[in-house]
DNA sequence: GTTAGCAGTATACAATAGGTTAGTAGTAAC
DNA sequence: GTTACTACTAACCTATTGTATACTGCTAAC
């Protein structure tokens, strides 16, 4: 049916399904509105309590970071360390694991970078031609 | 614009807000269900017209193909091109442009086959435990 | 004694994403 | 004449996601 692209059209059917599946599940790890936002914060600012990554992540309310946090925890990128005393201190912590993302997130700022330029320049131009 | 990543603090705050709103971009451009999937069997198979990605997409509806394909349209990944004949056929092949996803869809690729990987042997060490 | 902060949870609702079914207009094969 | 193919679109439904508001139980400050 297809021959096309490389070399072996046979095994090339299971590398593209391999291929889907990974890349699937790297979209449902990280994508969202939220997890890659916190994951940022806790690397520039260091572990963080609940309410001060509340105040850090603008705009995110507490149901929504209590989810995502258990979420991030499940997938091992966050710790949850509580420090019982009088008030109980809760603080979360990237794990050795998150720092395995370090190339994703490089890929995505690069790109996404280069996306913005290109879109800001577009609307320049038509910006442009309809003043001419 | 920005030097490195750590060493200066008052600096990094613009930087981080600069690569926050990338990472954004870059998710939105190709997060959700099925845009990916849609470039990559583009990728591998080729130009192809609706029904042919219908089919080949699994589990997509016309409706979400329709809605993607137009997004894909609007992010300048993909063109859309009619020939006009007794049935009017239209294809959608990827522009230069979709080239550049290419580090992106590599280190989610290498990412999520690493990931899954180490999901694998934790399920295993825990059937493991069990039956111990 | 009222207010504020700690770390959330409960409830209700709104918005968005995605799915299901059916239907358009035209052609061509059975 | 019925079926199937072309490329979609409209209407409707559900499920996930996000928002808003209030509340818990506890401590400490004012």
Redesign the interface.
Known sequence: M?T??AEHPAR?AKA?A??????????Y?I?GKWK??II?VLR?EGSKRFNELQRLVTGISARVLSNELRELELN?FVIRKVYDGRPVVVEYELTD?SD??G??????????????E?IRSEMQAAANSETK
Chains 1, 2 share one sequence.
């Open positions: 297809e096309q692209t090339s593209c391999a291929r889907l599946n990974a890349i699937h599940d790297a979209i790890a994508g890659l936002k940022i520039e091992g694991y395995t993302l190339g994703v997130l490089h890929a995505l700022d690069a790109w996404g970078t280069m996306h913005r290109k």
